[in-house]
């Protein structure tokens, strides 16, 4: 009998030392791949810092100058979408980030209108007013005064956003003929009424040569400018995947690839 008690307690002590070591390995053999650490707004600084899948580098394209703008966009550590009049959006699901760029006090800066913000902001940064201007459904152009400060901007913009919409941006930009083809600072657009529009905020490419991007919005009432969720892929995050797919699935609006258009 003491044998066997001596021969059970060692076994017990191997056990304890064994299990532990086993466990451990079982444990690292199955953990789920590492997620990206940047998903809390807190951590995301500006565009730039939204992680990228891996095997994919983020692109320039044409108008380089715009897209480096783009992703050096703020964004805000509350990830919260506001209305033009201080209340949250009802729908507090659809963005991933929140651009840190004004709304202003008026129903007014709605879904085209902050496409037209984005454009105008980098233009108006750089000092280059001869290039800010949009037309509205007859054709008539509004310029933005040149040399004009903030408030003057400001007011100009409320003045665009007034005349010139969905049906007038999409005739002013050029249709892109192939999707394969999106860059950073294109837009999805659809004219009418309702009519929706949303801008290309950034796009990364693998060594296949296969793309993704990045799509902000505002929408109705006039609210924060948001990088949206992909809807149909939970586990991309903000990347939408430019493949055959004819229709771009946003979280409240639809798309064609044939409503990619170009400044």
Not at 58 to 77: V, Y
Not at 206 to 223: D, E, R
Request: with cysteine; aromatic share 10%.
């Amino acid at each position: 009998m003491i044998c066997i008690d001596r021969r059970a307690a060692n076994f017990s002590i191997l056990l304890s030392i064994i299990l532990p070591f086993l466990s451990s390995c079982q444990d690292i053999a199955g953990q789920p791949a590492i997620k990206s650490v940047a998903t809390s707004p807190a951590m995301l600084h500006k565009v730039s810092d939204i992680a990228l899948p891996a095997g994919y580098s983020r692109i320039d394209g044409r108008d380089s100058s715009f897209a480096r703008w783009l992703r050096q966009l703020p964004l805000k550590a509350d990830n919260k979408v506001y209305l033009y009049n201080g209340n949250l959006k009802v729908n507090q699901a659809a963005q991933y980030a929140v651009l840190d760029i004004p709304i202003g006090k008026k129903d007014l800066q709605q879904c085209a209108d902050a496409v037209m913000r984005l454009r105008a902001e980098y233009f108006y940064r750089r000092g280059q007013f001869d290039r800010i201007w949009f037309t509205d459904n007859n054709g008539k152009k509004y310029a933005c005064p040149a040399g004009a400060d903030q408030a003057r901007f400001e007011k100009y913009l409320e003045n665009v956003y007034a005349w010139c919409g969905t049906l007038s941006l999409e005739k002013q930009l050029k249709r892109v003929p192939s999707f394969s083809d999106i860059q950073p600072g294109d837009v999805l657009i659809k004219g009418g009424s309702p009519g929706h529009a949303v801008i290309v905020m950034d796009v990364a490419i693998n060594k296949t040569g296969g793309k993704i991007y990045l799509l902000a919005q505002s929408y109705m009432p006039a609210q924060s400018i948001h990088i949206l969720k992909n809807p149909i892929d939970e586990a991309s995050g903000p990347w939408y995947k430019a493949g055959n797919e004819q229709v771009i699935e946003t979280p409240e609006w639809s798309f064609t690839q044939q409503q990619l258009r170009r400044w």
